[in-house]
């Protein structure tokens, strides 16, 4: 059973192009989540998905960030006209039921914006 | 908002000596979680707490969930330079719908 799939591992964009980010959950697991993490900081929540429904976005910038989970293939993060600032790790996060048995983590993108 | 807070944010010590972190939230918490991430790699599960009062030990770590459910302590003993890593403590926000995590403690060993 594969573990929680993110890709690209690194990512590299100019300020003002578009970064997608992928997120396969583990096999059987329909609860993802999106965390931030800065370097030296804790983990930021993002966004909470479902197949093909948005949970919970708190924590998700009002512009240029938006997430899908459909209902074939991966989740997306997606990061519109970047900026130095979202510079990051993503990480991704699946869960077989909402916050209540642990989220299993994949290997997080690195995104650096120059 | 909620917080999670953790304490000390870092500490270093010598192989074999023992080593705690703490962790409060502003909030009574449905459970505890326990993360832990090596240096350049992911966060991973180690344990949950669930019930007001819980101890729950892996080897030589010990896990403990506070009467009040609004805080909580990992406790290692006799550590070893593969204990190294930054240990985080999550709980769910009041929906039910996100981990919240503390900002870690940074665990360092020298041998």
């Known amino acids: 059973n594969a573990g929680v799939m993110q890709n690209p591992r690194h990512l590299v964009r100019r300020r003002g192009q578009e970064a997608r980010l992928r997120c396969s959950p583990m096999?059987?697991?329909?609860?993802v989540y999106w965390y931030r993490q800065l370097p030296e900081e804790g983990l930021k929540f993002m966004v909470y998905l479902q197949k093909e429904n948005i949970i919970d976005e708190s924590g998700m910038p009002k512009e240029r960030f938006s997430a899908e989970f459909p209902k074939e293939g991966p989740s997306i993060l997606r990061i519109q006209q970047v900026v130095r600032g979202d510079s990051a790790a993503y990480f991704c996060?699946?869960?077989?039921?909402?916050?209540?048995?642990?989220?299993?983590f994949g290997q997080g993108t690195r995104l650096t914006v120059v | 908002g909620q917080q999670v807070m953790q304490i000390p944010q870092y500490q270093h010590v010598q192989e074999g000596e023992d080593f705690t972190t703490y962790c409060n939230s502003s909030t009574t918490l449905s459970n505890i979680q326990w993360y832990k991430q090596r240096p350049g790699g992911h966060p991973v599960f180690l344990i949950q707490l669930v019930k007001s009062g819980e101890v729950k030990k892996q080897k030589r770590l010990t896990f403990q969930f506070g009467e009040a459910k609004k805080n909580s302590s990992l406790h290692i003993t006799a550590t070893q330079t593969t204990d190294v890593g930054t240990y985080f403590c999550?709980?769910?926000?009041?929906?039910?719908?996100?981990?919240?995590f503390g900002k870690g403690t940074t665990l360092s060993v020298s041998s």
């Open positions: 999550a709980g769910a926000n009041q929906a039910g719908t996100a981990l919240i």
């Open positions: 096999k059987g697991h329909s609860h």
């Open positions: 996060a699946s869960s077989p039921t909402s916050t209540g048995d642990g989220a299993f």
